[in-house]
Structure formats: structure tokens, C-alpha cells
């Protein structure tokens, strides 16, 4: 009688740990309170545990949550609900984790070289984890932090003293992320509606970065009525409507609801001058023009050529037609 071979002790390990679908609710409710409850310790306990203490807790913590989330059984192309909220409630204990790391190492936690490999490594984890269970919510996660580390490492390695590389660096952002959007569509849909979402996040960092930049520039020049570059404000208002779009077409809250954020955020920037050039004049042409074309009168359709032809006999589910 043939037997099974033994299971090594990482098989057995990775038996016990992986999560039973039936219990994934549970398990992931469970996760949801264990990160909570460990950052709160973290906090509370800055000043008065060492920082490799805190890592230890944090890190192992992480670790259990991102070995569950791995180790869950493949259901289809995207992972059930509850291996998303393991990875989901990993995410900020491990950038908690890492941040002690670089604490009990000697570095600052808010230094640029300390935020350039946390959030590389953490964007490595993340889109690995994309790649490996199929979730979209980890290539959300991954892009921000890639998008965050390319941030932090431009001002670890050339300090700049104005916010003009990081518009740029957040319009890459904007243009790459709108890529994978078309090359993920069709095939993994989820994914590109993330990022998507990224690309929105990344129009919203933009604003911002730009009003920081108009702000500046206004204070240091002393001008009344200094308004933002109308580049930046064309690129925000194409990313608004372009995800206003994409959301409506593809019937997507996330992105739609970004885009009117986007939006909103053109509307601010554009706001500052008081004449009704360009903006205004523009976009109020453009708008009433696609409604009147809407709304324009139309020849009646001609009839089909089939219309006069008689109706098909009607046929019995047994396949032979009713006698006439």
C-alpha cells in the first residue's frame, strides 16, 4: 500500500497557517483588530520601548498577515474578499515595521533616504503581491508607494529647493499610470481601474503641488492676482475629464468620483482671475456646443428590410414545428 511522503516542516507550517476559505471572514476581521491594536501600541509606546523592540512587534505582526494573505488558496483571477483585507490591514504595519527598522538603524524616519527604501521595498512587496495573488487593492498600494519613493529619493539626491521636479515627477506618474490603464483594460480590468485611481491620486498630488508652487511665487514676487502655469491647469482638467470618462463608460465609482475631485481641484486653480478669458469662454463653448450637437433633430430611420417579411413558425421545444 503506497503512502504519502512526509511533510517537510514548512509544509506542515504552511498547512496550519493557510487560511480556511470558510473562515475568512473571521480571520480577516481578526487582522483588521490585531493591526489596529499593534499600531496603537507603537504609538503609544515611542518614547519608552526601543525602536528595535517596536520593530520586532510590528514586523512580526506584518509578516503573520502578508504569510496568511500569501498562503490563502487561489480561488480565481482575483482573490476573495477577505485575502484582500489580509494584505489591506499588512499595509501599514509594514510601513510601521520598516520605519522603526530605520529608527533602531539610526536613521530618520522622516529623512528622504529613509522614506526612498521604505517605500521602495514596501512598493516591491506590494506589486510582487499584486502579482502573485492577483489583487487589485495591492497594485493601488504599490503604485503609491513607487510613485512616493520617486518622490523621496529625487529629494534625498538633489535637495531641490522649489516644487517643479516633483509636478513633473508627479505628471510621469499621471502618464505612466494612464498607460497601464490601456495595456490592463482588456484583460485585467481591475487593475486598471486601480490604476486609474493612481493616476488620480497622482492629479490630486499634482494640485497641490501647484497651488504650493503659485503660493509661493506669489509671495515672493509680491503680485496681486498671480495665477497658476495654464499647463498644469490643462493637464488637471484633462486627467478630470478623462476619469470622469473612463468611470462613466466603464460604469467604475472609483475613478468617476476621483475625477470630480480633479476637477474641483481645476476649478480652484482656475478660479483666481476675474475675466471671463480663457477658461471660462472655452469650456463654456465646448460644453454648449456637445449638447446642441446632442440635441440636434434627426432624419427617421429607415425600415429594416426585413420589415415586411412574414414572422417565422414558432417551433415546439421537441424541434418539429406545429402542424399548420
Known amino acids: 500500500m503506497d503512502t504519502l511522503p512526509p511533510m517537510s516542516a514548512w509544509g506542515e507550517a504552511a498547512a496550519r497557517l493557510r487560511p480556511l476559505p470558510f473562515r475568512g471572514d473571521l480571520i480577516a476581521a481578526g487582522a483588521v483588530a490585531l493591526a489596529v491594536g499593534v499600531m496603537l501600541l507603537d504609538v503609544r509606546v515611542q518614547d519608552d520601548w526601543a525602536a528595535g523592540v517596536r520593530f520586532a512587534i ?57 522614506l526612498t527604501w521604505v517605500l521602495a521595498a514596501v512598493a516591491a512587496l506590494y506589486l510582487g503581491l499584486a502579482v502573485r495573488r492577483g489583487s487589485a487593492a495591492c497594485t493601488l498600494l504599490g503604485a503609491l508607494a513607487l510613485i512616493g519613493a520617486a518622490m523621496a529619493a529625487w529629494r534625498w539626491a538633489f535637495e531641490p529647493r522649489s ?16 498607460l497601464g490603464v490601456v495595456v490592463l483594460r482588456d484583460r ?77 481641484a481645476f476649478v480652484g486653480l482656475a478660479a483666481t482671475s476675474g475675466t471671463v478669458l480663457w477658461w471660462p469662454l472655452i469650456l463654456v463653448a465646448a460644453g454648449g456646443v456637445a449638447v446642441a450637437a446632442g440635441l440636434r433633430p434627426t432624419d427617421p430611420a429607415p425600415p429594416s428590410p426585413d420589415a415586411d417579411a412574414p414572422e417565422a413558425p414558432m417551433r415546439p421545444l421537441g424541434g418539429t414545428p406545429w402542424a399548420p
Open 58 to 114: 510590528a514586523g512580526a505582526a506584518a509578516a503573520l498577515l502578508l504569510l496568511l494573505g500569501w498562503l490563502a488558496p487561489r480561488e480565481g483571477d482575483a482573490p476573495r474578499v477577505y485575502v484582500s483585507a489580509l494584505v489591506l490591514a499588512a499595509f501599514p504595519l509594514t510601513v510601521l515595521a520598516l520605519l522603526d527598522l530605520a529608527d533602531a538603524l539610526g536613521g530618520a524616519i522622516t529623512s528622504a533616504g529613509s
Open 163 to 178: 516644487v517643479t521636479p516633483y509636478e513633473w515627477l508627479a505628471l510621469a506618474a499621471i502618464v505612466l499610470a494612464g
Open 188 to 264: 485585467h480590468r481591475a487593475h486598471a481601474v486601480a490604476l486609474a485611481n493612481v493616476a488620480g491620486a497622482a492629479a490630486l498630488a499634482l494640485a497641490y503641488l501647484v497651488s504650493l508652487g503659485t503660493t509661493a511665487a506669489t509671495l515672493s514676487s509680491g503680485e496681486l492676482g498671480f495665477t497658476a502655469p495654464w499647463g498644469w491647469k490643462l493637464v488637471l482638467a484633462a486627467v478630470g475629464f478623462g476619469l470622469v470618462a473612463y468611470g462613466a463608460v466603464d460604469r467604475e465609482r472609483g475613478p468617476a468620483w476621483l475625477g470630480a475631485a480633479v476637477l474641483a
